[in-house]
């Protein structure tokens, strides 16, 4: 049951998801979450090192696209900054949002990675579409109240997938 939760990938930030990796499984875009994934919850404001990794990304081939529980104008501003497409209230862990930027993106999902910091939405909701799925380290602290709840499932899910990696019982790819 745990597993239906579990990431295919866990790492502490977008600058450690190994894109070579990544490349050779076919993967060709990226549906992105935007609160403590790309910024801090309810910020505008992308890290230096984020955008350059945004850069990178698409010189590289790779489409993306931000898909987000939040209002137009918060996404908008951030999308047009890194100039990527998004999908505003996506009611995630619900499929219908991930595959509204999967077709923006005109890729499919075999071919598609969610990339998020919770594991009750971007997780469940693109395991559900069939997607890759890779669990970040949110940036920050500081969140919605509704998300601080969830915080506290996540913890045991969390600790169950560390011991698993500890035990090398973890899928790598």
């Known amino acids: 049951m745990l597993r239906l939760l ?13 894109l070579d990796r990544l490349e050779e499984q076919n993967i060709k875009a990226f549906v992105m979450d935007l609160d403590n994934t790309i910024t801090e919850w309810n910020s505008n404001h992308i890290r230096e090192e984020f955008q350059e990794w945004f850069s990178l990304v698409k010189q590289r081939g790779f489409k993306v696209c931000i898909l987000s529980n939040n209002r137009q104008q918060r996404i908008m501003d ?36 969610v990339i998020g910091d919770q594991i009750f939405t971007d997780i469940l909701g693109g395991k559900r579409a069939g997607l890759f799925t890779i669990l970040v380290v949110p940036i920050a602290s500081r969140e919605f109240m509704g998300t601080k709840v969830s915080r506290t499932l996540e913890y045991f899910v969390l600790r169950c997938l560390k011991k698993d990696i500890s035990r090398g019982s973890f899928p790598d790819f």
């Open 78 to 113: 951030v999308a047009r900054a890194l100039d990527i497409p998004f999908v505003h209230r996506a009611k995630k862990p619900r499929r219908g949002g991930y595959y509204k930027a999967i077709s923006l993106m005109g890729v499919n999902p075999q071919e598609t990675a």
């Open 6 to 18: 579990y990431p295919r990938l866990y790492v502490d930030s977008l600058l450690d998801i190994p």
